[in-house]
Each structure stands twice: as C-alpha cells, then as structure tokens.
C-alpha cells in the first residue's frame, strides 16, 4: 500500500458503499478536519519547544489531539452525527479558549470561518443556526475574558501561530472543495449512466408490454373463433368439428408456452446470481437426459470434448445451454441435429462456444435476433415466442460477459459466450 493509498484509506474511515453523496462528503470531511490536526499539532509542538513553552501549551496540545481523535473513532464505530457534533463543539470551543489565552495578538477568525462553513455543510438549517450561535457565544466571550483580564499565554505567542491558523484553514477549506468537486463529477457522472440505463429499460419495457399483449391477444382472438365455429357446427351436425378442436389446442398450448416464456424471461430479470466453479461435463451430460429420446432415435447429436470448468451460476447456465440446444433442434432441417460444445481460455476470460447445423441466420438479422419477441419466421414454418436468445443475452449480461454470432444461411450457427475467467 502507497502513501496516497493510506491517506485515502483515512480519509474515507466509517465510509460504506450504500451511503449517499451528501453523507460520504460529510464524514469526509470531518475525517478530513481531524486528520489535518496531526501534521499541524506537531510543527506547533516542535516550535512551542524551541521558544519555549508554558504547562499550559502542553494542555492544549493534548486536548487539540483528543478533539481530533474522538471524531475518527465515532465515524469508525458508524457514530458519524455524533462525530459531527463532536469536531465542530469541540473545535468552538477549543478556539475559544485558545483566542481566550493567547488574546489579540493570535489570528483566530480564520479558523472560526472554517468551522462555521463545515457547520453549514454538516447540518440542517436549525441545527447549523444554533451551533453557529454557539460559536459567536465563544468567540465574544473569549474577546471579552482577554479584555477584562490578561491574556495568560499571551508572552508566549510567536511568529508562526498565525501563519499556522491561516495555513490550516486554507488547506481544509481547499481540500473540502476539492473533495467535493470530485465527488460531485461522479455523482453525475453515475447519475448519467443510470439515467441513461432507465432510459433504455424503460423502452425494452415498452416493446415487452406491446408485443405482449399482441402476442397473447392473437391465440385467445383464434380460440374464441374456433370455440364459436365449434358452437355452431355442432348445432348443424357437420364433421369438421375435430379439425377446430385441434386448432383451439395448438392456439392454446402456444398461449401456454408462451406465457411460459414471459415468466421465465422476468425470473432472469429479478434473479440473485450465485457464480460458482462448475464443471461443465456433468452439467451437459444431465441436460442430455432432456433429449434422450431423440438421442436414441438418432435424431439429435449433442457433442463435447475436454471441458474447461466455467464460472457461473449452475441453474442460469442449465437454462442457457437448455435454450441454445432447444434453438440448434428447432430450426434445422438436416435429418441429424448436431451440437457442438467447446471450451476456449485466454489469460482473462473464458470463451464458451457451442455451435449447431442449424439453417443459420442472415448477416442482416444477427443483431436483431436478441432483441425481444423478435421472429425470423412465421408461426406455421416455425413455432416460438421470440424470447428463447433474448433470455440468453440476459443471462450473459448478468454474469458481466458478452454474446457473439457467427452464422450464414443454411450453413448452421455458431455462439460465442465470453465470460470473466
């Protein structure tokens, strides 16, 4: 760990991830009032010994270094209003009874400005108010104490008093500001991103809600016509009444399946991640169990060989594969259905390739295939909701990877999944 390392790691004592901008500047700040003591607590010292210094000088040093203490540990036990309180009382105080001792030669009000704007910065308007109060109560009272009786340490003032009270004042002022210019850059800067994240949110939702409910509509639209054809057939006696029926079922099994989908694809959504290690081996050999009725019937080939271990999570990773294999059966016309699953590592990710001879996507389509709802064919040459990669994107996304095509008509696809190592 670097020097800057240790000072920013000070800086930011009792300081959490979830805590908002305004909180983070205000323990900063207090860590940072404290933590500027130590450097000018020890030029005082060292110069109070060569000049010469008064029991009393001694005192003050060691309250000035329990007042800068105290807020650091209250902030690291999450006291943080507490610490608050205690630096600029503490700090009111200690001034005054500084100016009281030293009198009119000892340059106070600087430190006075600097503690009345940290008070504004910390507190509400009626809080603020009444320690600001405070403050001029020390200030007129120390003025007072000096006038009406001598100033005890005021032979032992010396050259640098001053410059240090200005010196302190000007740097805390100046990092405070500084501290808070660069918290306030990335707070727009994260606000922009996440407003721009919404953004985008808020038109996927849009589309889900549209195609949705054109998607739901167009089956319940055909069953209510079959179900009033098989009413009036039946009223004429006629024959074609199971041909309806059969219509009505298929209508309602994609009902079915594709509401199946929906939730699927909103459990992607809302789902906690768990990543762990798995191996990849088993994994596939249980989903072959899936398909092993078309395995058996060589109609269906599902292939690997020396498998690298993939961090993800299990079940999210089952549904992704499950996905992509449904896909590689589905649309292919060969009499044997192959898919082909492959593992590639790089020094920093782990590339999952999984490869089919399918009847291959169009280069002007591989962009839209992810996107929702999206269908490249009809329902009578193909059947599906469109949601089937969509769910896969999602998946990859959540596990900070990246989702790749390579496809050509009629000549299969190939899926490129590159993940964190």
């Known amino acids: 760990m670097t020097i800057a390392d240790g000072i920013r790691h000070l800086v930011r004592i009792g300081i959490e991830p979830d805590y908002s901008f305004s909180k983070r500047i205000r323990i900063e700040l207090t860590n940072i ?7 000018v607590l020890l030029s005082t010292i060292f110069i109070e010994l060569f000049y010469g210094v ?4 001694l005192y003050l040093d060691l309250s000035w270094f329990i007042l800068a203490a105290i807020p650091l540990y209250l902030n690291h036990i999450k006291k943080h209003h507490w610490a608050q309180i205690t630096l600029t009382i503490g700090s009111f105080i200690y001034s005054g009874l500084i100016y009281s001792l030293y009198g009119t030669n000892l340059l106070i009000e600087p430190l006075y400005l600097t503690f009345i704007l940290c008070t504004i910065c910390f ?6 108010f009444f320690i600001i109060l405070f403050a001029f109560t020390t200030y007129f ?5 000096w006038r009406y009786n001598d100033a005890l340490l005021g032979p032992y003032i010396n050259q640098y008093s001053n410059t240090f009270s200005f010196v302190y004042s000007v740097i ?21 991103q996440q407003n721009t994240l919404l953004s985008l949110q808020n038109e996927e939702l849009q589309r889900f809600a549209y195609v949705t409910a054109h998607d739901l509509k167009t089956p319940l639209r055909n069953l209510n016509n079959y179900l009033g054809l098989i009413k009036l057939k039946r009223n004429k006696k006629e024959n074609d009444i199971d041909e309806y029926i059969n219509n009505s079922q298929e209508n309602a099994n994609r009902l079915f399946h594709l509401i199946n989908d929906i939730l ?54 089952k549904i992704l594969l499950h996905n992509l294999i449904d896909n590689a059966i589905k649309y292919n016309n060969s009499s044997l259905a192959t898919v082909d699953i492959l593992t590639e590592k790089t020094n920093k990710s782990l590339i999952l390739k999984i490869a089919d001879n399918g009847i291959g996507i169009s280069e002007e389509y591989k962009d839209q295939v992810f996107t ?11 059947s599906g909701s469109g949601l089937g990669l969509s769910i896969v994107k999602r998946i990859v996304e959540s596990h900070n990877g990246q989702i790749d095509i390579e496809s050509y008509p009629d000549q299969g696809s190939l899926f490129c999944i590159t993940v964190p190592a």
Do not use: C
Not at 174 to 179: E, G, N, Q, S, V
Not at 286 to 303: L, P
Not at 372 to 382: A, C, I, K, N, V
């Open 54 to 57: 008064h029991t009393w000088e």
């Open 141 to 145: 009272g120390a003025q007072y104490s």
């Open 172 to 192: 805390t002022i100046w990092i405070a500001l500084h501290r808070l210019l660069a918290e306030n850059r990335t707070y727009r800067k994260l606000s922009n």
């Open 123 to 128: 507190f509400d308007r009626t809080t603020a």
């Open 264 to 317: 699927d694809f909103t459990k992607i959504r809302q789902a906690v991640i768990s990543p762990e290690q798995v191996d990849m081996e088993p994994l596939i050999e249980e989903i072959k169990k899936d398909y092993s009725f078309d395995i058996q019937n060589g109609k269906v080939s599902i292939r690997y060989e020396n498998l690298d271990p993939i961090y993800f999570d299990k079940i999210q990773l």
């Open 33 to 39: 009032m404290a933590l500027l003591t130590i450097p």
């Open 372 to 382: 929702m709802f999206t269908r490249l064919h009809t329902q009578s040459e193909y």
